[in-house]
């Protein structure tokens, strides 16, 4: 009788111990994103923020989940496609947030998706660990709407970048002071042209050209050959991924070859590299990359994961941000929304972009200006260590 009860208790214990490793192996974090999975803004989101959001929940799975005070927690995913649109993008996030419930939403890629969303994030008090988004009303936003954090710093960072590395080079001897610039006629675009027309104006440029064109514009050649009537020492285009891979080879068609070529956002896509191999040499755009022991190894786990290469501007900035709120999650040890927004306030976190502290809810320590040398799309802007020296003039378009 006593063997049977012991036997008994036994089994009750194992039933037990089986009961309670299921349960500690089904806790998990519901996330949730609205991503262009299609549409104008695919290329974009593809290639910078949707692998790296996959890239990321592989890689915090196979370390054990988020190590939370209840015990560790796998990330579940639920996933939408915002089909390039603002709208659907709002729709989207609300389900996520009302009827899905998950705990935490990813943001979506683009700075007008992004500013579109963010009321939503706002008004149900999650994070918005914003990326992609360039503008300088973030810290307007960020009083609205004390959630909201910028990734990718202020459109004045990045022009003030430029017109300086443009005075540098004109003063010594590399180039002149007659720019040229176009823009996409939209959020971005506009604001990233009005910073740069100030900066330029304070640095002593002359802009001799300024134009924008409307989305799904297509005839650069065109354009280019009213630029090149203007004779400038350096072009300058805040474009589009679209764009930005149709204007070098319109200007190779018309022989537009000016000391410096600059471009927008997908300058630092690896697809530019692919598309353009030799003749990306010389190109300017925003971002970069240091090529340190930090971006070899994140380069060979976004290889293994996602199976292609990481653009070279946002990026990082987008698994830094990741990195980011994991820590704060860890830190809060729950699922505390309110806690986890002040700990993003407050806290630097340990990144592959180094410390990252956000000022005033934005990081402002991105690399800013980078150009193809050598294959590799290496930061320029701003001087400080791991900066490489500008290879100007251009080459010459090779066919």
Do not use: C
């Not at 740069?196 to 440029?205: H, M």
């Not at 050209?209 to 009213?226: I, K, T, V």
């Not at 292609?308 to 830190?331: F, G, H, M």
């Not at 005033?360 to 260590?385: C, H, K, S, T």
Request: hydrophobic share 45%; net charge positive; glycine share 10%.
């Amino acid at each position: 009788m006593k063997e049977s009860r012991r036997r008994f208790l036994a089994q009750g214990l194992a039933a037990a111990a089986l009961l309670a490793g299921a349960k500690a192996q089904g806790r998990t974090v519901r996330i949730g994103y609205s991503i262009s999975k299609t549409g104008p803004y695919a290329t974009g989101a593809g290639i910078t923020t949707l692998p790296n959001y996959r890239l990321w929940v592989e890689e915090v799975n196979a370390a054990g989940g988020l190590k939370l005070a209840s015990g560790p927690a796998r990330i579940a995913v639920v996933e939408y496609d915002d089909r390039s649109s603002p709208e659907e993008a709002i729709r989207n996030i609300e389900r996520l947030i009302t009827q899905d419930k998950v705990d935490f939403v990813l943001p979506p890629w683009g700075t007008a998706m992004n500013l579109a969303v963010a009321p939503v994030f706002a008004r149900h008090g999650y994070p918005q660990v914003a990326v992609t988004n360039l503008s300088e009303k973030t810290p307007e936003l960020v009083r609205r709407w004390p959630s909201y954090f910028s990734f990718l710093g202020l459109p004045s960072q990045y022009a003030e970048a430029l017109a300086l590395l443009l005075r540098n080079l004109a003063a010594a001897g590399k180039g002149g002071r007659r720019v040229a610039v176009v823009h996409t006629d939209d959020e971005f675009g506009l604001e990233l042209s009005g910073a740069f027309r100030r900066a330029a104006q304070k640095e002593g440029l002359e802009l001799v050209y300024f134009q924008s064109y409307p989305q799904g514009f297509s005839d650069f050649q065109s354009l280019l050959n009213a630029v090149k009537g203007r004779n400038p020492d350096a072009f300058v285009a805040f474009s589009y991924p679209a764009e930005t891979l149709a204007l070098p080879e319109a200007a190779a068609v018309v022989g537009f070859n000016p000391a410096v070529f600059f471009l927008g956002v997908g300058t630092a896509f690896p697809v530019f590299r692919q598309r353009y191999g030799a003749r990306a040499e010389g190109i300017m755009g925003l971002g970069g990359v240091a090529p340190n022991q930090a971006w070899r190894g994140y380069l060979e786990r976004h290889r293994a994961v996602t199976g292609q290469e990481p653009d070279r501007w946002a990026s990082q900035a987008t698994y830094a941000s990741l990195q980011a709120l994991k820590a704060a999650i860890e830190t809060a040890g729950k699922v505390d929304r309110f806690q986890i927004v002040r700990l993003l306030r407050q806290e630097t976190f340990d990144t592959i972009l180094g410390p990252l502290r956000l000022e005033g809810n934005i990081f402002r320590g991105n690399w800013l200006i980078g150009q193809w040398q050598d294959g590799e799309f290496v930061a320029l802007m701003p001087e400080r260590p791991g900066a490489q020296a500008p290879r100007v003039p251009k080459p010459a378009w090779s066919r």
